[in-house]
């Protein structure tokens, strides 16, 4: 993989988990939803993701937030020695 393609996808990572964090905050073992505030604790990561019904991003949000996280992570560069 050239310096380029390296680079790219170093891009692609910062921008995707920038999306990511504009509905989201993690806040230790907790994720917090941006804009209803409900928070789901990562050992119930298996579980829907339950927003407010009030809540903006309750319809364009995944309902699994942990492993949409977990997705981007695979995605981290590999590390030098």
């Known amino acids: 993989m050239s310096?380029?393609?390296r680079n790219a996808t170093?891009?692609?990572l910062d921008d995707s988990l920038n999306?990511?964090?504009?509905k989201w905050v993690l806040?230790?073992?907790?994720?917090?939803?941006?804009g209803c505030a409900v928070g789901q604790?990562?050992?119930d990561a298996d579980q829907p993701f339950i927003h407010r019904d009030s809540c903006r991003?309750?319809?364009n949000s995944t309902i699994?937030?942990?492993r949409e996280l977990a997705e981007l992570l695979r995605e981290l560069p590999?590390?030098?020695t």
Do not use: G
């Open 19 to 22: 999306a990511w964090s504009t």
């Open 27 to 34: 806040d230790a073992n907790m994720l917090l939803c941006a």
């Open 3 to 5: 310096a380029r393609d």
């Open 41 to 43: 604790c990562i050992r």
């Open 57 to 59: 991003w309750a319809s």
């Open 10 to 12: 170093r891009y692609l």
């Open 64 to 66: 699994y937030p942990w």
């Open 78 to 80: 590999t590390m030098q």
